[in-house]
């Protein structure tokens, strides 16, 4: 728990310091003011300025003004297969790529339609896209990618609890037995490290954030 707590102390730290010198205004939006639902799992904010909001009952886009809501129901412009999104990034040509309960799928911000990425139904709990427009994700917690070139989805085989990208775009995992792997872009070699010892038990062991903050520095939060 020695990571999460400096993890946390760190934020707690530059959260006083900042609201030392600065006040900000806070407002509490919910289902009441056009809120899918009270419970929400991610939020990005686009490249044209919209923040997209996945919840526990659907998408939502705000303009900072109102709410749209995505549900999962079928019509012209396709749908989004399950209520429960869980993830959301933005590719290098602005395409929204959702994470659900049940696959991922596209939305295209001109069209306003969303198709289903092929072969992914299952449990979406991290999606990254990458420098080359890749998508890496985590299907039922095991490692894919999607290359956008070649149209095709690939299986690493590994099992996986969190998802992160650094600067030089290496690719770290973490796992739910205290394991750190990284991917080298570079290289297309991998480091394996631990960094929870088999002395803890193993119910606690698992890794569930990791967070690159430029230079040689990675933070690491534990369950």
Not at 28 to 36: E, I, P, R, S, T
Not at 105 to 116: A, G, I
Request: glycine share 8%; charged share 20%; with cysteine.
């Amino acid at each position: 728990m020695r990571f999460f707590y400096h993890l946390c102390l760190n934020i707690f730290l530059q959260f006083f310091a900042v609201t030392g010198f600065a006040q900000y205004y806070f407002k509490h939006y919910k289902a009441d003011n056009g809120l899918a639902h009270n419970s929400v799992r991610s939020i990005i904010q686009d490249r044209k300025g919209f923040i997209w909001i996945g919840t526990r009952g659907g998408l939502n886009r705000f303009d900072g003004y109102t709410f749209k809501a995505y549900k999962n129901s079928k019509h012209k412009f396709g749908y989004l297969g399950n209520d429960i999104i869980l993830v959301i990034a933005e590719d290098q040509k602005e395409m929204l790529w959702v994470g659900t309960g049940k696959g991922i799928f596209k939305y295209n911000p001109l069209s306003e339609d969303f198709t289903r990425l092929a072969e992914s139904k299952g449990y979406i709990s991290h999606l990254l896209v990458d420098n080359e427009n890749n998508l890496w994700f985590l299907s039922n917690y095991s490692l894919y990618s999607y290359n956008q070139k070649t149209k095709k989805i690939q299986d690493h085989h590994m099992s996986a609890s969190c998802l992160a990208i650094d600067d030089e775009q290496n690719l770290w995992i973490g796992n739910d037995d205290g394991l750190v792997t990284i991917f080298h872009s570079k290289t297309k070699s991998r480091t394996e490290f631990r960094v929870v010892g088999k002395d803890i038990p193993a119910d606690l062991r698992s890794v569930s954030s990791i967070l690159p903050t430029g230079g040689d520095e990675v933070l690491v939060g534990l369950f």
